[in-house]
């Protein structure tokens, strides 16, 4: 990428790698979005849209592990390159990942929207989604620039994400102890949560790779995990309010 | 275009002192081959040689002259030729991008730079603009298909806009291609203001509005001759009108701030000069709730760029929190630090209240709208539920970070982080 090799087509298929990264990433962004987006708003046509364009990522995923191979084995790349190619195939198949992520929240959304939920219900999961759209964001605009100083935000934002996956949790669980009608449409939005969390843990991923990618080094491993569910329990005596 | 007209005229005056010149010329060889003719006595020919010479004589100012005239045209459209693209760039308000044939940003524009940050000359654009109908546009553009191509691009994140996207290419295999965005986020921000306030008005009004109606039907009513009663209903329905209002207030208040295009502000503000302001203005409040203020700021200018009114705001709501749920602390600390950590060196606000404390599981969603910790006693405090909503929007505008730490019982420290550029 930042180096000239003496076979210019050699840079091109370095360059061609990332910009594939770069349209998958931006795909990706899209589906989680209008995943979130027809959830809201009762929309199963954009759903069903959104469920099929993953096909797109699962073609660009294999495209890239096929032309990062090779790449390899034409080109026996070293030091960067050989980082660039295989962190190119790692953060794909994360990139791949995200997109299966938001396709589940869509295919949860007939469920979900089936008697009509009060608004209330989606608030804290679209501010959920925001928090991890804009750290995947923040994540692919570093590939882009590879100013990785600025990635150690990526890691106050999943912290933040945490928090807030756990704030929903408490709060969707009242919601199903109020009113046992409440469980089926809450059971998915519990999913739906958990699948974003999860794409904020991808962007994590991605990010590391890209420190690796640029800086050589492993990212220094200090992850507290702040997702407390595992640990919540509400008391069943409490009372419907 | 009246330079132009001055360069022309001045081609045409220069152009009649070359014509005077050849004639003169014209007259000294007149003369010398007469000269040369009297005295040497020359064979014909020679004078016909020297008369062919006169005529390239009279030819070579004439070619000059045409020569003269390209160069002028040249520089009539050499203002505009000579034109750096740069400078034009520079004079285009909306934000506009230069490329090369591989999709390699060549140069953009302070409003570009403004309005996505993180770009730089050199950086791949299908990189940084991965929506896909971005690289739809880019692809189609770059194949060379269409001379020029429009999409319509929104960014969700981190505040919403809208852009009408053009690329073309630049001139004639300058191997250059041109992107400007064009912002139309006003027009979809009106849009979903209305939307917005329709839906949440109705919601959060139809409270208040519904405790009126009740108690007016009991005044005429069952308490129609009970002056006690009366005056007490009357009181709570005075009440809810003043919530009515504040709500209608804080409402028209954000969707003000959502209305404004999304521009990072360009002047200067004092913090400590505006905290201090802040301080005053709520210190009728502070002492209603007995509450006392204490402030702690570091030396030196606290000079970060914002926009005063809005931060002033901000710090206000920050304040007012902390008087009226932090009442029980009895005393609220604003403390102005300076943070020098990379990777964003700035100014931190910090304002800590010694009352209950938020629980944790409520911390991540208070800035949400109308998102309340303790219903009760948010309406008890003339509450809207939308103070830190609106601090929160003011901060990203800002390019700021709000972060809220807390435990039960020890009280809640709200601190604001404003980037120093």
């Known amino acids: 990428m930042q180096s000239v090799h003496i076979v210019s087509a050699y840079d091109e298929e370095l360059k061609y790698?990332?910009?594939?990264?770069?349209?998958?990433?931006?795909?990706?962004?899209?589906?989680?979005?209008?995943?979130?987006?027809?959830?809201?708003?009762?929309?199963?046509?954009?759903?069903?849209?959104?469920?099929?364009?993953?096909?797109?990522?699962?073609?660009?995923?294999?495209?890239?592990?096929?032309?990062?191979?090779?790449?390899?084995?034409?080109?026996?790349?070293?030091?960067?390159?050989?980082?660039?190619?295989?962190?190119?195939?790692r953060i794909s198949a994360d990139i791949e990942r995200v997109g299966d992520l938001g396709k589940n929240v869509a295919k949860?959304?007939?469920?979900?929207?089936?008697?009509?939920?009060?608004?209330?219900?989606?608030?804290?999961?679209?501010?959920?989604?925001?928090?991890?759209?804009?750290?995947?964001?923040?994540?692919?605009?570093?590939?882009?620039?590879?100013s990785v100083e600025k990635i150690g935000f990526v890691r106050d934002r999943d912290d933040q994400i945490d928090a807030m996956y756990t704030s929903l949790f408490r709060e969707l669980l009242t919601y199903m102890m109020e009113d046992p009608r409440n469980i089926t449409p809450c059971t998915h939005l519990?999913?739906?949560?958990?699948?974003?969390?999860?794409?904020?843990?991808?962007?994590?991923?991605?990010?590391?790779?890209i420190y690796y990618i640029v800086t050589g080094d492993q990212m220094p491993a200090e992850r507290p995990k702040g997702d407390k569910t595992d640990k919540i329990v509400l008391p069943a005596s409490q009372p419907a309010k | 275009m009246a330079e132009l007209g001055t360069e022309r005229k001045g081609t045409a005056r220069v152009l009649a002192g070359r014509l005077w010149n050849s004639r003169w010329l014209l007259a000294?060889?007149?003369?010398?081959?007469?000269?040369?003719?009297?005295?040497a006595g020359m064979s014909a020919w020679v004078v016909v040689l020297a008369v062919a010479l006169l005529f390239a004589a009279a030819m070579l100012p004439s070619a000059a002259a045409r020569q003269f005239t390209e160069s002028g045209a040249a520089t009539e459209a050499g203002g505009l030729q000579r034109l750096s693209g740069e400078y034009l760039a520079a004079a285009v308000a909306d934000p506009l991008i230069i490329f090369d044939r591989t999709a390699t940003i060549v140069h953009a524009n302070a409003a570009a730079f403004a309005a996505f940050?993180?770009?730089?000359?050199?950086?791949?654009?299908?990189?940084?603009?991965?929506?896909?109908?971005?690289?739809?546009?880019?692809?189609?553009?770059?194949s060379g298909n269409v001379a020029s191509d429009v999409v319509?691009?929104?960014?969700?994140?981190?505040?919403?806009?809208?852009?009408?996207?053009?690329?073309?290419?630049?001139?004639?295999?300058?191997?250059?291609?041109?992107?400007?965005?064009?912002?139309?986020?006003?027009?979809?921000?009106?849009?979903?203001?209305?939307?917005?306030?329709?839906?949440?008005?109705?919601?959060?009004?139809?409270?208040p509005l519904a405790s009126i109606s009740g108690f007016i039907e009991t005044l005429r009513g069952p308490a129609r001759n009970d002056p006690a009663?009366?005056?007490?209903?009357?009181?709570?329905?005075?009440?809810?009108?003043g919530r009515m209002a504040r709500l209608i207030d804080d409402l028209l208040s954000l969707s003000r701030l959502e209305m404004k295009p999304y521009l990072r502000p360009g002047t200067e503000v004092d913090l400590r000069q505006t905290v201090d302001s802040v301080i005053d203005s709520l210190g009728p409040l502070a002492r209603e709730n007995g509450v006392v203020v204490e402030r702690d700021f570091v030396e030196g200018p606290l000079d970060v760029p914002g926009d005063r009114d809005e931060?002033?705001?901000?710090?206000?709501?920050?304040?007012?929190?902390?008087?009226?749920?932090?009442?029980?602390?009895?005393?609220?600390?604003?403390?102005?630090?300076?943070?020098?950590?990379?990777?964003?060196?700035?100014?931190?606000?910090?304002?800590?209240?010694?009352?209950?404390?938020?629980?944790?599981?409520?911390?991540?969603?208070?800035?949400?709208?109308?998102?309340?910790?303790?219903?009760?006693?948010?309406?008890?405090?003339?509450?809207t539920g939308l103070g830190l909503s609106i601090v929160k929007h003011i901060l990203t505008r800002h390019n700021a970070r709000l972060s809220i730490k807390s435990e039960v019982g020890n009280g809640a420290a709200f601190s604001v982080h404003l980037p120093a550029r």
């Open chain 1, 108 to 146: 949860r959304v007939v469920a979900v929207t089936d008697g009509r939920q009060p608004t209330s219900l989606f608030r804290g999961l679209e501010a959920l989604a925001d928090l991890a759209l804009t750290q995947l964001k923040e994540v692919l605009d570093v590939y882009a620039s590879r």
């Open chain 2, 152 to 207: 319509d691009y929104t960014e969700k994140l981190p505040v919403e806009r809208a852009y009408r996207v053009s690329a073309s290419s630049v001139g004639h295999a300058t191997d250059l291609y041109v992107l400007v965005f064009k912002d139309q986020s006003e027009a979809r921000r009106i849009d979903r203001m209305r939307a917005d306030f329709i839906a949440n008005a109705s919601h959060e009004l139809r409270t």
């Open chain 2, 117 to 142: 940050g993180g770009i730089a000359p050199g950086m791949s654009l299908p990189l940084k603009f991965r929506a896909p109908e971005m690289q739809a546009l880019l692809d189609s553009v770059l």
């Open chain 2, 311 to 383: 931060l002033f705001q901000v710090f206000e709501n920050l304040l007012e929190n902390a008087c009226k749920y932090g009442q029980s602390g009895g005393r609220v600390t604003v403390s102005i630090a300076r943070s020098d950590a990379a990777p964003e060196p700035g100014i931190d606000v910090t304002i800590r209240d010694y009352g209950p404390g938020i629980p944790e599981e409520h911390i991540p969603r208070i800035t949400e709208r109308f998102y309340r910790v303790d219903v009760e006693n948010s309406r008890t405090q003339k509450g």
């Open chain 1, 17 to 89: 790698l990332s910009k594939r990264i770069a349209a998958m990433g931006g795909h990706a962004e899209r589906m989680v979005e209008q995943a979130i987006s027809a959830l809201v708003n009762a929309d199963p046509g954009l759903a069903e849209k959104v469920i099929r364009d993953d096909i797109v990522l699962d073609e660009g995923q294999r495209e890239i592990d096929d032309k990062a191979i090779v790449i390899i084995a034409k080109r026996q790349p070293m030091a960067t390159d050989l980082r660039e190619i295989v962190g190119a195939i």
């Open chain 1, 190 to 209: 519990l999913f739906c949560a958990k699948n974003i969390e999860r794409i904020g843990d991808h962007a994590t991923n991605i990010a590391e790779t």
């Open chain 2, 229 to 241: 009663a009366r005056e007490q209903f009357l009181q709570i329905m005075q009440n809810q009108t």
């Open chain 2, 28 to 39: 000294a060889g007149i003369v010398a081959v007469l000269a040369a003719y009297g005295f």
